[in-house]
């Protein structure tokens, strides 16, 4: 079964600009996570998605947003980017909203300049 | 909300050696508690986990035990080898897909 994959895995972007990622999750898992990875706040939950309903939010301005489409694919968007925002971003899927086993993709590498 | 405290940041051994490496975690109501190792340029993945009806378990080298009224939970890799290498990360959750992970620890396994 192939595992979590995400798109692009590295991106450039400038201050003020704005990007989207994408996860395609586990094939049959239909809760998607998103998770920012920096050194110096280490892993951080973003929020999570099931059934296209954003389940829970994590502590992070509404400039950082998601989708799930039917398809449990997910998408996240972070608008105005900042300096601050460069980070691996990773998404993680599990199989039902509240099974807490989670499955990392690789990650997309955002740098914002 | 729940807080996770990973303890060494970084951890060096000799190959052969055991490696242990400990988490404490502040929300009683957490009850499933993974551990991640995640190579250079990759995400992080699963290596076991435990939910708090459990007291201990192990995978072959690997072995977590959780200590619910302490809140504390460790990792114990056994004969470790070079490829054990990695930063390993620890986490809680009180459910529904949220995962509070702690800082991480790099582990060093020389030949």
């Known amino acids: 079964k192939a595992g979590v994959t995400q798109t692009p895995r590295y991106l450039i972007k400038t201050r003020g600009q704005q990007v989207t990622l994408s996860c395609s999750p586990i094939s049959g898992h239909r809760s998607v996570s998103w998770y920012q990875q920096t050194p110096g706040q280490g892993l951080q939950f973003l929020f999570e998605y099931f059934s296209e309903t954003q389940r829970n939010k994590g502590n992070f301005p509404g400039r950082f947003s998601g989708r799930q489409f039917s398809n449990s694919r997910s998408e996240m968007n972070v608008s105005t980017l900042e300096l601050g925002d460069s980070a691996l971003y990773l998404c993680?899927?599990?199989?039902?909203?509240?099974?807490?086993?989670?499955?990392f993709g690789p990650g997309t590498r955002l740098l914002v300049l | 909300g729940e807080n996770v405290e990973q303890h060494p940041s970084t951890l060096s051994v000799q190959e052969g050696d055991s490696a242990v490496i400990k988490c404490t975690y502040s929300d009683s109501a957490s009850n499933y508690f993974p551990w991640y190792k995640q190579e250079l340029g990759k995400g992080p993945q699963l290596i076991i986990d435990?939910?708090?009806?459990?007291g201990e378990k192990k995978d072959q080298r690997i072995a977590v035990t959780l200590n619910k009224t302490a809140k504390h939970f460790s990792l114990h890799i056994t004969e470790t080898q070079p490829e054990d290498s990695a930063v390993y990360f620890c986490a809680a959750s009180p459910g529904y897909s949220t995962l509070t992970f702690g800082k991480g620890t790099m582990l060093l396994v020389s030949p």
């Open positions: 435990i939910r708090s009806n459990v």
């Open positions: 993680a899927s599990s199989s039902t909203s509240g099974e807490e086993t989670q499955y």
